[in-house]
């Protein structure tokens, strides 16, 4: 089955500084990879995604990268904020079989002021 | 607010007893999932279900089962609990089983075995 993993654990930078969190996964077959942000004490939330077919995702500050060929992807957060410390998750899901979303073990971002 | 609705949110019982997670999804979703978040882990996914039927099933132990109803409300079925049970539960729901939907989480249920 797939299997995800997700690199460092734990992550410090200064604010301002860029964050990158690094996820290599198993199954050539998965499509999608969302990435999901847990603030202490409250549910993940998804905060990008991409799809196969695309290499690269930007959303304001966040950026995702997908390298199908070597089956990794990255999250990466620029400018961060205090407030960007959280868990962050990645996942990986295949369509049309199984369909379950198969998480990483979380990156614990601390952005310090 | 997700829309995802866990109840309890939290649960303190004994170590071989029974309990009853139970997940309201978002309104117009047929698909639940469900995991399990342990002290310093990550998501492991348990089982999923996609208008009343089972989907798909990750590393559920056989004291667990999980069922979907009609109204597409979900139950999570914990027995003989034992300590190392304790943990957050996640439910989760999405518009369709397909697995390039977003999925959107429940505030969970922290589970604690005593």
């Known amino acids: 089955g797939e299997n995800v993993e997700q690199h460092p654990s734990t992550l410090s930078v200064q604010e301002g500084d860029s964050a990158v969190i690094k996820c290599t996964y198993s199954?050539?077959?998965?499509?999608?990879f969302p990435w999901y942000k847990q603030e202490l004490g409250k549910r993940p939330q998804l905060i990008i995604d991409?799809?196969?077919?695309?290499g690269e995702k930007k959303d304001q500050r966040i950026a995702v990268t997908l390298n199908k060929t070597a089956k990794h992807f990255s999250l990466h957060i620029t400018e961060t904020q205090p407030e960007d410390s959280a868990v962050y998750f990645c996942?990986?899901?295949?369509?049309?079989?199984?369909?379950?979303?198969?998480f990483g073990k979380g990156t614990k971002l601390t952005v310090n002021p | 607010d997700s829309g995802v609705t866990q109840t309890p949110k939290h649960l303190i019982t004994a170590t071989g007893q029974r309990v009853t997670l139970r997940c309201s999804p978002r309104?117009?979703?047929?698909?639940v999932y469900w995991y399990q978040q342990s002290l310093d882990q990550g998501l492991q996914f348990l089982i999923q279900?996609?208008?009343?039927?089972?989907?798909a099933k990750g590393n559920i132990l056989e004291r667990f089962s999980a069922q979907q109803f009609p109204d597409l409300h979900s139950e999570l079925n914990l027995s003989s609990l034992e300590l190392g049970d304790s943990a957050l539960y996640f439910c989760?729901?999405?518009?369709?089983?397909?697995?390039?939907?977003?999925?959107?989480f429940g505030q969970g249920t922290r589970l604690t075995v005593v």
């Open positions: 279900y996609y208008n009343g039927e089972e989907r």
């Open positions: 199954d050539s077959a998965s499509n999608y």
């Open positions: 989760a729901s999405s518009v369709q089983a397909g697995s390039d939907t977003e999925a959107f």
């Open positions: 991409i799809r196969s077919n695309v």
């Open positions: 996942a990986a899901s295949i369509a049309g079989g199984s369909e379950k979303l198969v």
């Open positions: 309104s117009g979703d047929l698909s």
